[in-house]
């Protein structure tokens, strides 16, 4: 059998789903939109009178497996734009008209047939139906505006995962079922975190515990901002719109933004911190031995997101970043972009993601400012990260509007990748605010600015670790660190809150579970609530000044004095901060 890559296969196994869904509905003209292959797999959208259900798609599958073994040859046609028009046309596929119309006239339009099925597509493809492997499976469908306009006709997309073999389609869904148990929705709720409600939709509800995380997560960023030498500050929420004219958002965002108006002046709920913190620049006069200077701020920040793009925590309306703005020369970008990486890095060890990619994003299509500032931008990230030696990748017109940056994206326990850092620099707001500091020759100079976000969204990442670690958090960042349970709380209740109270005292978060249930219901709760200790307190512990403590996911107990409790505690909870910070 002739090999082909895997996103030649994905394509041709697209088609193949097509042409599997117009045998099936024969008397039904099925319109067919797009089908593109994706990570993993590949999509068609169709619009027919029929509803595509999960149990079609088995059908679907099994139709597709019969014109595998047809081994129908797959031949590439050519038409003119013309004759590709009358052709689909005369089929009655409208989408495939209006996606030809749109193809520049004298432009070679190419089909590929398989049977009697002829599809719209560049190619490549397989050379005959028997050439796609059995390593595929429908997994759902979901509804999508056709060509992604929301005033345009909803149609089915039907979703596929495809590899080479059966073997690693095998491996991929036992991922997926591992996905689906971490899902951070399912956990932020079993676990007591975080709810939605519908009166604010897009904006977390954080329950105590989820509070408590969230707030860990905010705290080791500061310890980090201590030792990088950051300063932290606040800035307003609600802004003149007349900023965001200044700060060239209202032009290039302002779809992205919420507006309000009151007292004859339109304001703005502030989508980033930036605009801020330029005023707060301004505000005074510095020289260069002020620089650099590092503002960080932890303000809410509020961006419209469409309901349909809306995700848990990873895709919210209402969110708050480890934000900061370097204020720095030129001369000086270089060092404080290797700095600013090693501080990155050792922010995803503390969180152990060890697969770490990097990507230098240039230029997009809509941006502000001249190209040859955007060239000395561009150079200076891409010196500072040949100097730092860690490999990188460019993704060609991914930048921000006012400026190249850096993304950094993490690989999870799933291998699934989550863009989470970026370096952004900025010659673009200095010049728009028109910012200056002193020179040591006493002359003035305009700064440049470094946008920069370790975790990034602190909701998004709250959602991405709680899926890393499936909702098993390291003692140090625990909401409950422990749960004490007497055998009988006539004898042993007394004990257990004494010593909760004294661990308590000492910093830790231990709670005693006094209800009156069986010790085998506790036992399955607390491993349900995936508390990392469960001391057991009964005669002999009490005699011997000890508890009978169990580890999470671990079926034996062990007995530990009182003191080396605390002394293990300790050096648990004392990883929050490591030797680096």
Partial sequence: MAKFDIDTIRHSSAHLMAQAISRLYPNENVQFGVGPVIENGFYYDVQMATSITEENLKDIENMMKKIIKEKLPIERKVFSRDEAIKFFA???????????????????????????????????????????????????????????????????????????????????????????????????????????????????????????????????????????????????????????????????????????????????????????????????????????????DFGRLHRYESSGALAGLTRVRSFCQDDAHIFLALEQVQEEVQRTMKMIFTAYEMFDFKNVKVNLSTRPEKKAGSDETWDIAENALRDALSASGHEFHIKEGDGAFYGPKIDIEVADALGRFHQLGTIQLDFQLPDRFDLKFTTKDGGEERPVVVHRALLGSLERFFGVYLEHVAGIFPFWLAPEQATIVPVNNEFHLEFSKELSKKLNALGFRIKVDDRNESMGYKTRQIQKAKTPFMMVIGDKEMESNSVSIRRHGEMKSETWTIDQLITEFTKLDSVKYPAQV
Wanted: hydrophobic fraction near 35%; charged fraction near 30%.
């Fill in 90 to 296: 005369d089929q009655g596929q409208e989408l495939k008209v209006e996606l030809i119309s749109a193809i520049p006239q004298g432009e070679e339009i190419s089909c590929y047939a398989q049977g009697e099925f002829i599809d719209l597509c560049r190619g490549p493809h397989v050379e005959k139906t028997s050439d796609i492997p059995f390593g595929f499976k429908l997994t759902s469908i979901a509804g999508a505006y056709w060509r992604g306009d929301e005033k345009r006709q909803m149609l089915q997309r039907i979703y596929a995962v495809c590899f080479e073999t059966k073997e690693e389609l095998k491996e991929h869904l036992a991922r997926i079922e591992e996905a689906k148990k971490r899902d951070h929705r399912k956990l932020g709720k079993e676990l007591e975190l975080f709810h939605f409600e519908q009166v604010a939709p897009g904006a977390p509800f954080f329950m105590p515990k989820g509070a408590f995380v969230y707030n860990q997560l905010v705290e080791y960023i500061r310890r980090l901002y201590r030792i990088y030498e950051y300063d932290e500050v606040i800035t307003p929420q609600i802004l003149d719109t007349e900023l965001w004219h200044t700060s060239g958002h209202y032009e290039h965002y302002k779809e992205n933004m919420f507006f309000s108006k009151f007292d004859d002046r339109e304001y703005a709920v502030k989508p980033m911190n930036c605009p801020c913190h330029m005023l707060m620049f301004k505000h005074y006069k510095y020289s260069y031995r002020d620089l650099p200077m590092r503002y960080a």
